[in-house]
């Protein structure tokens, strides 16, 4: 993907089961910071779309898999936390 090109997208996070992300769902928005490299590794930043969300899944070491309906369509890992 280009650099700042922004999209959202459900996100399963790796502690959630099949039902569970389907009951209790979060969106991201993700902004990609740089090109992608030889292996496909993007880097990018991640934010919850909604201010209600739970935040502490975006913390450091966690890992999601952006969904499109039932599809994989990329897999994330917090490598950094900054503030707003």
């Known amino acids: 993907m280009p650099n700042d090109q922004r999209f959202s997208l459900p996100a399963r996070f790796d502690h ?3 039902k569970d992300w389907l009951n209790d769902g979060w969106s991201l ?3 990609v910071t ?3 490299d030889a ?3 993007q880097t ?3 934010n919850f779309l909604l201010p209600d969300a739970p935040h502490m899944w975006l913390s450091e070491g966690k890992k999601f898999t952006l969904m499109e309906g039932s ?8 490598e950094k936390v900054t503030s707003p």
Not at 71 to 76: F, K, L, P, Q
């Open 71 to 78: 599809r994989s369509v990329a897999i994330g890992e917090v």
């Open 16 to 18: 959630q089961d099949e």
């Open 34 to 36: 740089e090109a992608s």
């Open 29 to 31: 928005v993700i902004k």
């Open 44 to 46: 990018g930043e991640a």
């Open 39 to 41: 292996q496909a590794y």
